[in-house]
């Protein structure tokens, strides 16, 4: 072989090397296999076929397989059945699944999305998100996508149109809620974090035999940002249910709904509040907490000023 095959070959094999994540493309919750191991496990399969000049032990683009079974290791496609804008900067999708099979996800628990054609240089852009679609939904499941300016997938979300494919795996997630595990579950939820409160809430309501009391507390900016409205307004026509609106930048209750203004507060979700929301529960609470990193945070402060212990709330 000569030197310009060599050199030709020698990019061959460092096209299909595969590319360390960046480490913002961990979502932090602990997935196992985490997109870190199945970049060492898929570094590992590369250099062994190099080092033996056999192109056929490498398993090529896993995630460009058709339609099947959602796994953790390999991304899969599914393709977009219906999207639509809910607010200015948020969109709720729904994917088809082949037949009337299900998801198999537990409440709460997330996938991560990776957007084949949303690359920095030759980086591939991951995410994680929680579907809304109840556990039980057959063919389908459904998502919320808040997009950025600056997001480096929020582009191509935005040009996503029906029948489009994009590639999910998983499912991940350490929270596993069963029935009557609690007496009351207090959550806290701001913008796109309503996410894995919408099934693990759907999930008590559908259940007859589910006495536990729920407090959802929904943290926006404004009214006309609240996602699910319709979905909300009818879980809190539950009996053992009951909603809670914290608007940070409205200030008029003439300009709500008569049903928003009682339980509606113009504030940010802070200590006083808290202690508040706490002392009102039926029940002892176990609370849920998601949102941006800030917001967690702060939620997890005040809960412990609140009185409850770091046992007594979980952090998506």
């Avoid at 070959?9 to 480490?23: I, N, S, Y």
Wanted: proline letters at 5%; glycine letters at 6%; one cysteine or more.
């Amino acid at each position: 072989m000569d030197r310009q095959d060599e050199d030709s070959d020698e990019e061959a094999w460092l096209q299909l090397r595969p590319v360390q994540p960046l480490p913002s493309q961990c979502c932090g919750g602990g997935c196992s296999p985490c997109v870190f191991d199945i970049y060492h496990r898929d570094l590992a399969q590369w250099e062994a076929a190099r080092a033996r000049k056999d192109k056929t032990l490498l398993s090529g683009d896993k995630s460009q397989s058709g339609p099947s079974q959602l796994n953790t290791e390999t991304f899969v496609a599914f393709r977009i059945s219906d999207i639509h804008r809910l607010t200015q900067d948020t969109y709720h999708v729904r994917f088809s699944l082949p037949g009337h099979s299900q998801l198999g996800l537990q409440p709460g628990q997330h996938l991560i999305l990776r957007y084949v054609r949303a690359r920095v240089g030759d980086m591939d852009i991951q995410r994680a998100y929680t579907p809304i679609s109840p556990v039980s939904a057959a063919g389908y499941f459904e998502v919320l996508i808040k997009c950025y300016p600056t997001g480096l997938i929020s582009q191509h979300v935005e040009s996503w149109k029906a029948g489009d494919t994009a590639f999910w795996r998983g499912p991940f997630g350490s929270f596993f809620y069963q029935p009557n595990q609690y007496g009351e579950l207090l959550m806290l939820a701001s913008g796109t974090g309503l996410a894995p409160m919408v099934p693990i809430l759907q999930s008590i309501t559908d259940n007859e035999d589910d006495e536990t009391f729920v407090t959802l507390v929904c943290c926006f900016r404004t009214f006309e940002g609240i996602y699910l409205k319709s979905f909300l307004q009818e879980q809190a026509r539950f009996w053992n249910v009951r909603t809670v609106f914290v608007l940070s930048q409205e200030s008029s209750l003439e300009q709500l709904p008569w049903s928003y203004r009682e339980k509606t507060h113009f504030c940010r979700l802070a200590q006083e509040l808290m202690d508040e929301l706490v002392a009102s529960c039926r029940r002892k609470p176990f609370a849920l907490v998601c949102g941006s990193a800030e917001f967690t945070q702060d939620m997890a402060g005040y809960l412990r000023g609140a009185g409850l212990a770091e046992d007594s709330y979980f952090l998506f």
